[in-house]
């Protein structure tokens, strides 16, 4: 019984590292209609930029984030001037080869960089645990659990109490008409793919902390963040919390129980039945027809 | 035009099957091979990702599940390396083409946008399953198949040619057929306006679904081949997240929906990622340079070379003779065509 408490509370506290990466993924889908294939690549770079920063210049991992965050945000709106906004047709499928071919192009250049040996970080809040009844956590659970709230938390003031939020969300739910009624959505498209770059840099180096990994990592990483925004349905933020939030407990709850190595199939059978009962997702919405 | 058509595709045909008789060296003709193969693979993917609009990024799924069946069958049966495993091919698309018609449902009850994400996350449950269920597939251990001892080096690739050209000659002339029958129509009616079509008819889970699982079963016999041809079988390797992308990238290059364009995107860059192979041993420079050309065909020739050749042609003509070119447009390009008037609606 202790242990599946342990493997919900440990999954709780990572679910909270996907819902950051996943957040910035969906964030992007809901305003731009593009699918950022590269953001499994970008969660990678951005755990390795905390990395360089710690190794190179011994700045904390947490504070490091205030150089990456704001790095990763300028390197987004670059890379939605240059290549997401050229394509005028076929956006949706485009922009999927698009970020896939930035995601190769961003892996090749880690490897020649940091080679495809795996990397762990080190800090004291990473080598020591917290000791609760019987089980032990390591304090950088903790940490990333407070980190995402707070990244999470401002995410939320952004998008509904600020002018600029108010714009995302009219191009979220109309383009065109948002368009109409004089927001610039070019402009709100660019700063939400620099958000969602720069939550996939925090999500990095949170997620970097509590696990070794390598360039190649990203495809792992991707297709759980894919899995996690289907699920919640498509360009919804709740629905992108909840199913990270689910899908971590339910793959520790399964290793604890079963194995680990069926933990993630268990979840992607989760998935399959979801699309079966409700192809929307748990909380999108259908699909409409576009004119 | 209407003679030079014919002659020049009996023209390539004979230069495609002497090519391995004039050119013996292996290293050539294992970048044939390869271009053949990938050639095949884009043609699948393109009778349904083409033609129906549905962009599928997880057709390594199928190519891994038919390089699996070969590599169980031949084991099972216990049969030698030579000519007999060839005729395995077709029940390993068979298999393939089993896999898709569940795993093509599901992710067909997903609209375009929604699709394209479940067919990527479906082929990485491929890929877990690969590593995952041991006592099929070995695991990470991976698994090997006979290999043809008494076939020499320079003779080797000879009829692993043969095959995929054979394959490829039979997946381009399904999708030929496909084209000009009424069920390609159908298909196409989906790709431009999915609810007019249905209301017009056209039963389209059912046509969706059916060219989903043929271009699975094709893509299944490829991965098959490919199999027989390495020898030797990882999950990492077999469910390759690169091929999902070469292949769409093939397509897209020649042109999405002709009939010609991924054989031409398939001639254009699969001996290129070869050269770049052989030249960059480093993994990081040959994803780098891959990359940045993915990119630069994407942002350049968005609409692929053919539908552009043929408007740059047809503008040419017209500026001669009006009418004339109105005519040879609507028969030479109908898939372009459409296209470029279903996107501007959207706009």
Not at chain 1, 109 to 135: C, E, P
Not at chain 1, 246 to 271: C, H, K, Q, R, Y
Not at chain 2, 94 to 123: C, D, E, Q
Request: hydrophobic fraction near 55%; proline fraction near 3%.
């Amino acid at each position: 019984m202790t242990l599946i408490l342990d493997a919900i509370i440990t999954g709780l506290l990572s679910g909270s590292i996907y819902a950051l990466m996943a957040s910035g993924l969906t964030l992007i889908f809901g305003v731009m209609d593009i699918i950022n294939v590269g953001q499994g690549a970008l969660v990678i770079l951005g755990a390795y930029m905390s990395f360089f920063l710690q190794q190179q210049f011994h700045i904390d991992l947490f504070v490091g984030l205030l150089i990456t965050m704001p790095a990763m945000f300028l390197l987004g709106l670059g890379l939605e001037v240059a290549f997401i906004r050229p394509i005028k047709r076929n956006r949706t499928t485009l922009s999927i080869l698009i970020t896939f071919a930035i995601s190769l192009i961003i892996e090749g250049v880690l490897s020649l960089l940091f080679t495809t040996n795996l990397v762990q970080m080190h800090a004291w809040y990473v080598d020591t645990s917290l000791r609760i009844g019987k089980f032990y956590l390591a304090w950088v659970y903790l940490f990333d659990f407070g980190l995402s709230v707070v990244l999470l938390g401002g995410l939320y003031f952004i998008l509904y109490r600020t002018k600029f939020g108010f714009g995302l969300r009219a191009s979220m739910q109309n383009r065109t008409a948002a368009q109409l009624i004089g927001i610039n959505v070019e402009r709100v498209s660019a700063i939400t793919f620099g958000i969602g770059v720069s939550l996939a840099a925090a999500g990095g180096m949170a997620y970097g902390a509590t696990t070794t990994f390598n360039p190649n990592s990203l495809y792992d990483l991707i297709s759980r963040l894919l899995v996690i925004i289907i699920l919640g349905g498509m360009g919804s933020l709740r629905g992108a919390l909840i199913a990270a939030l689910g899908m971590l407990v339910i793959e520790d709850v399964t290793s604890v129980v079963w194995s680990p190595v069926w933990a993630n199939t268990v979840f992607f059978m989760l998935l399959v039945v979801v699309l079966v009962l409700r192809p929307q997702g748990l909380f999108g919405q259908l699909e409409g027809r576009k004119q | 035009m209407r003679t030079i058509k014919p002659v020049g595709l009996i023209a390539l045909l004979v230069i495609s099957i002497v090519f391995p008789l004039i050119i013996k060296s292996p290293a050539v003709t294992t970048v044939a091979f390869f271009t053949l193969i990938f050639a095949a693979a884009a043609t699948a993917w393109n009778i349904f990702s083409g033609y129906t609009g549905y962009i599928a990024l997880g057709h390594a799924a199928y190519f891994g599940i038919g390089s699996y069946a070969m590599a169980i069958m031949c084991k099972d049966w216990g049969l030698q390396g030579g000519y007999l495993p060839f005729l395995l091919l077709p029940l390993a698309g068979v298999a393939a083409g089993i896999f898709a018609v569940p795993m093509g449902w599901i992710a067909l009850r997903t609209r375009k946008h929604t699709f394209v994400v479940v067919t990527i996350a479906m082929f990485f449950i491929m890929q877990l399953m690969a590593f995952n269920l041991r006592g099929v597939t070995n695991g990470s251990v991976g698994m090997t198949l006979p290999i043809p001892t008494n076939w020499s080096g320079v003779f080797f690739n000879i009829p692993f040619y043969y095959v995929a050209l054979l394959i490829l000659l039979i997946a381009l002339l399904h999708s030929w057929w496909i084209r000009h029958s009424k069920y390609g129509l159908g298909l196409l009616a989906i790709r431009d306006d999915e609810e007019r079509a249905l209301g017009l008819g056209v039963n389209t889970g059912q046509f969706k679904l059916s060219a989903f699982v043929i271009s699975a079963f094709y893509v299944g016999m490829i991965g098959a081949l490919h199999a027989y041809y390495i020898e030797s079988l990882y999950p990492a390797f077999a469910f390759d997240p690169l091929f999902d992308l070469v292949v769409a990238l093939m397509t897209f290059l020649g042109g999405l929906g002709t009939l010609a364009g991924p054989i031409l995107g398939a001639i254009i860059l699969e001996p290129t990622q070869q050269y770049f192979t052989m030249r960059f041993s480093q993994n990081g420079y040959y994803l780098i340079i891959y990359g940045a050309m993915f990119l630069a065909i994407i942002l350049f020739l968005p609409e692929g070379i053919l539908p552009t050749l043929r408007r740059r042609l047809a503008r040419t003509n017209s500026e001669s003779s009006g009418l004339q070119t109105n005519i040879q447009k609507d028969e030479e390009a109908p898939a372009a065509e459409a296209t470029i008037h279903s996107d501007e609606v959207k706009r």
